[in-house]
C-alpha cells in the first residue's frame, strides 16, 4: 500500500457526463500528480499541484481540470467526456520536489465511457 | 520536448536467463526512476537514480544511469516468473516539479 488513496476505483458513464476522481496523498506529501494511462497514448503526465497551487501543467485536455484542497486532496474533473478519455487515471504524491524522491502512485481510477 | 524511449517493447525470456532493458531520454536530466506495473495495477517504485554512474541493485534486478550517454539500464539476472510486469523507466525534467515523463514500458514475460 502506498498511502494514497483514489476514489472511485471504477467509473463506467456515458458520453457527454462529467465525473470527478478524487486523490489523497501520503500523510505528508505537499504534492499531486495527475497521470492518464491508455493503450495508444501511454503514460501521460497531466497535471500537477503543490501545497494548493498549480506547479506543472500537461497535456491536459480544456475539458479536464482539477484542484488541491486546503486538506492537500485533489479532485481531477473530467467534463464533456468522449470514448478517447477511458483510461486509468492516477495520482501520484510527494513531500517535495525538491527532495529528488520517488512519486508514490494510488491504485487508479478506470474510467470507462460508453 | 523531453522524450524518453524504451527498448525492447516486450521480451520474452526463459527462467534463469539474464537481460537488459534500455531507457533512452531526449535532454539533460539527472533524475532517472523505474517503476514495475502488473496487469491493471499501480506503479510500483523500483529504483530512483539521481547522478551520474548511479547503480543500484534490489534481488535480481540492477539499474544504472549514465547522464552523459542520456542511458539508463535495467538488468535482470536469472529470471524468475515472479518479475513478469511491465516495467517504466522515468525521467524527471527539472528541479522545481517532480513530474515524470514516461517511456513506453517493457512487457516483460519469464516462462518456465
Known amino acids: 500500500d502506498s498511502g494514497v488513496t483514489q476514489t472511485p476505483k471504477h467509473l463506467i458513464t456515458a458520453t457527454g457526463q462529467r465525473v470527478t476522481l478524487r486523490c489523497s496523498p501520503r500523510s505528508g506529501d505537499l504534492s499531486v500528480y495527475w497521470y492518464q494511462q491508455s493503450l495508444d497514448q501511454g503514460l501521460q503526465f497531466l497535471i500537477q499541484?503543490?501545497?494548493?497551487?498549480?506547479?506543472a501543467k500537461g497535456n491536459i485536455l480544456e475539458r479536464f481540470s482539477a484542484q488541491q484542497f486546503p486538506d492537500l486532496h485533489s479532485e481531477l474533473n473530467l467534463s464533456s467526456l468522449e470514448l478517447g478519455d477511458s483510461a486509468l487515471y492516477f495520482c501520484?504524491?510527494?513531500?517535495?520536489?525538491?527532495?529528488?524522491?520517488?512519486?508514490?502512485f494510488g491504485q487508479g481510477t478506470r474510467l470507462t465511457v460508453v | 520536448e523531453l522524450k524518453v524511449e524504451q527498448n525492447p517493447l516486450f521480451l520474452s525470456m526463459q527462467e534463469g536467463k539474464n537481460y537488459t532493458i534500455y531507457c533512452n531520454y531526449s535532454?539533460?536530466?539527472?533524475?532517472l526512476y523505474w517503476y514495475r506495473q502488473d496487469p491493471g495495477k499501480s506503479l510500483e517504485s523500483l529504483f530512483v537514480?539521481?547522478?551520474?554512474?548511479a547503480v543500484k541493485q534490489e534481488g535480481r534486478l540492477m539499474a544504472s544511469l549514465d547522464t552523459k550517454a542520456r542511458l539508463s539500464t535495467l538488468h535482470i539476472t536469472a529470471a524468475v516468473h515472479d518479475l513478469s510486469a511491465t516495467y517504466f523507466c522515468?525521467?524527471?525534467?527539472?528541479?522545481?516539479?517532480?513530474?515524470?515523463?514516461f517511456g513506453t514500458g517493457t512487457r516483460l514475460q519469464v516462462f518456465p
Open positions: 537514480l539521481l547522478s551520474n554512474g
Open positions: 535532454t539533460t536530466s539527472d533524475r
Open positions: 499541484y503543490y501545497n494548493g497551487e498549480e506547479r
Open positions: 522515468a525521467v524527471a525534467r527539472s528541479y522545481n516539479t517532480d513530474k515524470l515523463i
Open positions: 501520484a504524491s510527494t513531500p517535495d520536489p525538491m527532495l529528488n524522491t520517488e512519486a508514490f
